[in-house]
T-cell receptor, first 113, second 116 residues
Framework: GDSVTQMEGPVTLSEEAFLTINCTYTATGYPSLFWYVQYPGEGLQLLLKATKADDKGSNKGFEATYRKETTSFHLEKGSVQVSDSAVYFCALNSGGSNYKLTFGKGTLLTVNP | DAGVTQSPTHLIKTRGQQVTLRCSPKSGHDTVSWYQQALGQGPQFIFQYYEEEERQRGNFPDRFSGHQFPNYSSELNVNALLLGDSALYLC???????????????FGNGTRLTVT
């Protein structure tokens, strides 16, 4: 079945550091790929998405490229801020509709001033 | 414009009891999906409701059931609670009308269920 593997956390960085969170996936067909963010005490918010190979999703300085050859969708940001501290989830959809998502376990990011 | 709202925010139940969680979708949305998020894990898809019917289901036992009302709001019911049912239950809404199934999911803040 479909699965998503994220790098284990927690990840602790200083403000303005470069961020990479690795994500690889296994899926049948051609899924869309997503990054969601969960701030403390809140639900999940869509951060960015990519729907086909070589697409780059970007939002709020974060970006990720859909790499079909390596089945990866790594999240990057050039300069993190304290306000980026949250849990980040990589996900894919199954069956072509976006309401049935398979998530990774999440990566906790803490950014220190 | 209110987003997805869930109630209650926290709930404590005893093993063997039954629980009902509620969700109101974002304005303009007609589809509700439910997810279970155990501590330290990613959310897992439970089921999805559209046009008052369960359309898709994940790998959850029949103890988990749901309902969607004509105003698109939804309930998640769990019977015969087990300790392992303790989790954050997330509701997500989207728009499917007209056969468009790719609108993004909007999540609520969840209901934290503790089973003792």
């Amino acid at each position: 079945g479909d699965s998503v593997t994220q790098m284990e956390g927690p990840v602790t960085l200083s403000e303005e550091a470069f961020l990479t969170i690795n994500c690889t996936y296994t899926a049948t067909g051609y899924p869309s790929l997503f990054w969601y963010v969960q701030y403390p005490g809140e639900g999940l918010q869509l951060l960015l998405k990519a729907t086909k190979a070589d697409d780059k999703g970007s939002n709020k300085g974060f970006e990720a490229t859909y790499r079909k050859e390596t089945t990866s969708f790594h999240l990057e940001k050039g300069s993190v801020q304290v306000s980026d501290s949250a849990v980040y989830f990589c996900a894919l959809n199954s069956g072509g509709s976006n309401y049935k998502l398979t998530f990774g376990k999440g990566t906790l990011l803490t950014v220190n001033p | 414009d209110a987003g997805v709202t869930q109630s209650p925010t926290h709930l404590i139940k005893t093993r063997g009891q039954q629980v009902t969680l509620r969700c109101s979708p974002k304005s303009g949305h007609d589809t509700v999906s439910w997810y279970q998020q155990a501590l330290g894990q990613g959310p897992q898809f439970i089921f999805q409701y559209y046009e008052e019917e369960e359309r898709q289901r994940g790998n959850f036992p029949d103890r988990f059931s749901g309902h969607q009302f004509p105003n698109y709001s939804s309930e998640l019911n769990v019977n015969a609670l087990l300790l392992g049912d303790s989790a954050l239950y997330l509701c997500a809404s989207s728009y499917t009308g007209g056969g468009y199934q790719n609108s993004p999911l909007h999540f609520g803040n969840g209901t934290r269920l503790t089973v003792t």
